[in-house]
DNA sequence: TCTTAACCGAGACGGTACGTCCTGTCTTCGG
DNA sequence: CCGAAGACAGGACGTACCGTCTCGGTTAAGA
């Protein structure tokens, strides 16, 4: 992670991490199959529990709260480049791409998903509400923008965001018990 | 193209483009400064007129028009993985990243951004609604999956989500002249 | 030396002998600093002990055995195109120049010289011989006429030769012990 | 010439001779058929009629100011380099080679050899002195010791050398008429 | 306590591609 | 119509990493 910060992603390589760790080569290889691997498990160490977010009950304040920490976390300052740079390298690396979904991006796909559905079940969306495509439509810009170099989103603008997917689940009632009919 | 698509973006390289082309590697470095312009270049120009959809009057219309043009364009098939090949080089090149942006994305960008300026303005919005993130909203999801690995959308999903960001903006109403007050 | 010989020198690249050898081109720059090198080398390895002459006693003898040996081993023949092109490389390579003299010429100069003082020593020279430039004068035509392209000295010549810088160098008396006065 | 001497001969191409000079590379090789050509022909202009010694019936005298001329002006100082750098490209230069002999160097060995004849006709020689060989022993031993990086002779290692070099071809009497038998 | 096997650092190796340089030919276009 | 300007194919240069592969040296566990 240093050297990916202080030289820039472009600049790690094998070779490189090797040189800092003062490791060899062939240890690298021995437990990592490629550049990317090695700088997605120290992402993943450092990001921790991160975004677990707790049901506070209100919703919108939750999804704020996962979406302020996903993209501080992973869209602004340094980081951003780092985390740009590996899903570059999924490009043209299968497994890397395997291991980001699986390790960074699924965990926190679910999370998001889950909440919304505790949500709509207590009534708070119309009940064929796409939460799948809700997750989407939070998760899908600030990922472009990233990736398209748009500029992040400040946290203004994510409440604007997380208001306007909302908004498009349905009508918004306090949570509360199904609605008996 | 015809490398990109025959061996895989990641064997398209100066010296394999010069081979196939018949031209020497200075030539190549003479008119563009590294692979990702040239099969930019290469891509803007297969694009051409692609997506400079008319304006119907519809504006559901209009936009899944724009939108499935640019999905089955970008986003499917063997150019899809070009797309994403050249958009993860941008990640560690600055240049190639503005003509990026310049060449391909902008140029989408506005077009979606001045069709919904004018729905806007013909009442079919809220008037205040908030029509750069709505854009945001649109390609967000289709380059995210993309990029991300989770595979592209249908025609049909495209016209969920046209409908989501749309039932976003605000009442829809049918175009007409601004309403008096 | 097989690529010097077969294509000649012109065609020794680093990268034919890299071709050639099934060696990377890394390596052979890890181990030499440039083509000159690997030749000169290879031709040092070649030369082994020629030209060690012993001393026979007759002076006349040792430097025809010694000078016949060098014009015969780097002056005809394959080798000499080799040998002239290392030359050539010299001129715009001193560190070249630097591992010629110590590696291939000066031993030869030394040896002619170290003989020659024994046979002044022993009274066949007058005592204020200028035995370094009489060596000049047995290397210097050889030298001249391999890298002027004027054509190697026979055998023949190469007594004369002798004799005539012999000659120059005093009265020749049979060798003996210094004259006692 | 300016670049030759300013920049060293290695730095001497085609290309920057047409740089320097203003000229294209097409016109440069329409009249010369390389660069070593080019800068022969320079050389040659430059020399001028330099070294065409006199004959002041001293053989000694003669000799030594064709010698310290050519020494003067073709070994030491900026020019050494450049000419040592020539004689490197006749290596691979068949053609470079001829032009070398025909326009610079011959003319200066006939010159040598006549005078030498001149003396020897005059009974300052042995009559069967060799006088070719004794041009090889004048030359020899300064273009090798240019060739080899040796060090140029000063003029008074030119004025010994032709001392020995004369010693060599016999008893030196007067000049005077050939003797009558 | 001694042996032995696993693991390590170091880094050489065969490769592939890089981006630069120069060659000698060819083409364009202005004076 | 000549020549400057310079594009072009070709090919070698020297460098950077890749991923594989020995080497010895060191631990740490089992005998």
């Given at each position: 992670?240093?050297?990916?910060?202080?030289?820039?992603?472009?600049?790690?390589?094998?070779?490189?991490?090797?040189?800092?760790?003062?490791?060899?080569?062939?240890?690298?290889?021995?437990?990592?199959?490629?550049?990317?691997?090695?700088?997605?498990?120290?992402?993943?160490?450092?990001?921790?529990?991160?975004?677990?977010?707790?049901?506070?009950?209100?919703?919108?304040?939750?999804?704020?709260?996962?979406?302020?920490?996903?993209?501080?976390?992973?869209?602004?300052?340094?980081?951003a480049a780092v985390y740009a740079g590996i899903i570059a390298e999924t490009q043209h690396d299968e497994a890397l791409a395997r291991n980001l979904l699986e390790?960074?991006?699924?965990?926190?796909?679910?999370?998001?998903?889950?909440?919304?559905?505790?949500?709509?079940?207590?009534?708070?969306?119309?009940?064929?509400?796409?939460?799948?495509?809700?997750?989407?439509?939070?998760?899908?810009?600030?990922?472009?923008?990233?990736?398209?170099?748009?500029?992040?989103?400040?946290?203004?603008?994510?409440?604007?965001?997380?208001?306007?997917?909302?908004?498009?689940?349905?009508?918004?009632?306090?949570?509360?018990?199904?609605?008996?009919?």
């Amino acid at each position: 992670m240093e050297l990916c910060t202080t030289e820039g992603y472009g600049k790690v390589t094998i070779e490189a991490i090797a040189a800092r760790s003062g490791v060899s080569k062939k240890t690298i290889y021995r437990w990592w199959p490629a550049k990317g691997a090695v700088v997605l498990e120290a992402m993943v160490e450092m990001v921790g529990e991160v975004t677990q977010f707790p049901d506070t009950g209100d919703i919108v304040t939750d999804l704020r709260n996962q979406m302020i920490a996903v993209v501080d976390y992973f869209m602004t300052g340094p980081r951003a480049a780092v985390y740009a740079g590996i899903i570059a390298e999924t490009q043209h690396d299968e497994a890397l791409a395997r291991n980001l979904l699986e390790q960074l991006l699924e965990p926190r796909i679910r999370a998001a998903q889950e909440r919304l559905r505790r949500a709509r079940d207590q009534g708070q969306f119309a009940p064929d509400a796409d939460l799948e495509m809700a997750v989407d439509l939070l998760y899908g810009p600030i990922y472009y923008r990233l990736l398209l170099h748009l500029g992040a989103y400040s946290h203004k603008q994510i409440g604007a965001l997380i208001d306007l997917v909302i908004g498009s689940l349905g009508p918004v009632r306090p949570a509360g018990p199904p609605p008996v009919q």
